[in-house]
């Protein structure tokens, strides 16, 4: 495994170079990534989008600091992903929230920006992250009226909301999200969406998302990276060039509906080129 990093690495970006990841399973390898190139400078909300297997848990693993390359480098700012998971400075929204049974929804959110605080004991400048007000960022997520109540008395999207609360007070400069939404029914994957894109909005924290929805990746993304099937290579980086703030509105643009569709298709050519 390669995790040195060239003297280059700007550390305003994140940058995936030649990241290939194989996993031996005895009998079998399986490529789970070939070859992925990407670059992205800071504030970018990415979405990675593709068909099912082609690695994209792998990839985010690989930037949480959770897995291991086979090869390539990855930077986080000028940070390997071990160093940048160290300090804290990436945070994981997971597809089930996992909240502490036990603990109110502020309680699990003030949880997490304690147990960061650790990180806060390393050289001043080796900490990148800006703890955000929970109680602020409860309200924007509609979760005011429920801080003091237990995960089990809040409905599913609700329990979701609260896992990006805590991915945002925690102040990463990442925010890693691996299809937070999916889990739950379309009306209220569409209300949680959009509450997502309003607080992204006011702080533009880096964010790299996994979606199998091509709607979310738009309306969300100022990129999406198009995944190939088995092994995983980026077939294509679509930037969104849609205006922002972006609302419900956009969502019958005729722009809206054309970039829906461009993202559909070349899901569709990278899934044939491969075959
Ligand atoms: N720990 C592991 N051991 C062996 N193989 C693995 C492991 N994790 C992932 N893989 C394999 O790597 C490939 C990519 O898996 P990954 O979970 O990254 O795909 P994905 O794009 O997230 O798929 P999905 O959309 O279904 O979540 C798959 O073929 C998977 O079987
Ligand atoms: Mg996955």
Known sequence: ?????????PTGAIVIDQVSKTFDRGDDVVRALVDVNLTFQEG????????????????LRILAGLEEMTAGTVSLFGETPAQAARAKNVAWVPQSAALLPWLSIRSNILLSQFVNRAADRMPAGDRKR?????????????????AHARPAQLSGGMRQRAAIARGFVQGAPLMLMDEPFSALDEL???????????????????VVFVTHSAPEAVLLSDKVVVMTPRPGRVHRVVDIDLPRPRSRAILESAAF??????????LREGWEADE
């Not at 909300?45 to 990839?59: A, D, E, Q, R």
């Not at 800006?130 to 429920?146: N, Q, S, T």
């Not at 209300?191 to 997502?196: H, N, Q």
């Not at 970039?259 to 559909?264: A, S, T």
């Open 1 to 9: 495994m390669n995790t040195s990093l060239g003297a280059a690495a």
């Open 130 to 146: 800006i703890p955000e007000d929970p109680d602020k960022v409860l309200a924007e997520l509609g979760l005011a009226d429920f």
């Open 44 to 59: 970018t909300f990415v979405t990675l989008f593709g068909p099912s297997g082609c690695g994209k848990t792998t990839l």
């Open 188 to 206: 209220t994957r569409e209300a949680i969406r959009l509450r997502l894109l309003d607080v992204w909005e006011k702080n533009r924290k880096t």
């Open 257 to 266: 509906i054309d970039k829906v569709r461009e993202v559909q298709s070349i």
